[in-house]
């Protein structure tokens, strides 16, 4: 039995816009977190700041280029693995720009 493979390009897309929630929850978060939390005037606030954007980092890291590595590291797809990266690259870019559009329009 033939098993029905997944373009990588719908691959890519899939892993930009989970990306892409994830970065608006975490924007979410920053923007409200003194209404929802209340102010920090101690080191906690900025450490925990600093905390995020690290974690964040990792997060975003593993989404965009763990199933790329995972293709060229166990299956040697390395023509896969590019379709991937291109296809999440493409299209955090058209996001960018629709958000860049949306912006200059709303202001």
């Known amino acids: 039995m033939k098993k029905n493979k997944i373009s990588p390009v719908i691959i890519g897309v899939a892993q930009a816009t989970g990306l892409i929630a994830y970065c608006a929850a ?38 965009f280029l763990g199933y790329p590595f995972y293709l060229f590291w166990e299956k ?22 629709l958000t860049l559009t949306i912006l200059s329009l709303v202001h």
């Open 26 to 63: 975490v924007g979410a978060v920053m923007l409200n977190g003194n209404r929802w939390f209340g102010p920090t005037p101690s080191f906690l606030g900025p450490m925990l700041f600093l905390t995020l954007f690290v974690f964040s980092a990792i997060v975003c890291a593993a989404m």
């Open 76 to 97: 040697k797809d390395l023509p896969t693995a590019f379709k991937v990266i291109a296809s999440s690259t493409v299209t955090l870019f058209v996001f960018v720009l």
